[in-house]
């Protein structure tokens, strides 16, 4: 059964950083793109970064590019969000998700290609 558990989310104040964390577990990792979403109140979840199985290549939404970095540690079966100079707009529930398929060429960023979702973790920016 695959598992993936966020981890890492909390309350900072504008201007400041977290790191988030998304540890899998269930199927080999290093097979498989991973992505992060994100999902305000009130609105759709929205893609916000995805990186591909070897960690080679990354792909970021226009909203938090320079801000925002993915990267993994397949040895750790983990994969990270650096999330820096936050602003109150990106206070949202943080959400990793793995690739429906094995090493995938083109980096994904809609819902429905991503098999394997987390429970998410609450990140809250205070102005």
């Known amino acids: 059964q695959v598992q993936l558990v966020e981890s890492g989310g909390g309350l900072v104040q504008a201007g400041g950083s977290l790191r988030l964390s998304c540890a899998a577990s269930g199927r080999t990792f290093s097979y498989y793109a991973m992505a992060w979403f994100r999902q305000a109140p009130g609105k759709e979840r929205k893609f916000v970064a995805a990186i591909n199985w070897s960690g080679g290549s990354t792909y970021y939404a226009d909203s938090v590019k320079g801000r925002f970095t993915i990267s993994r540690d397949n040895a750790k079966n983990t994969v990270y969000l650096q999330m820096n100079s936050l602003e109150p707009e990106d206070t949202a529930v943080y959400y990793c998700?793995?690739?429906?398929?094995?090493?995938?060429?083109?980096?994904?960023?809609?819902?429905?290609?991503?098999?394997?979702w987390g429970q998410g973790t609450q990140v809250s920016v205070s102005s």
């Open positions: 998700a793995s690739d429906r398929k094995v090493q995938a060429i083109v980096l994904r960023t809609m819902e429905d290609e991503y098999e394997y």
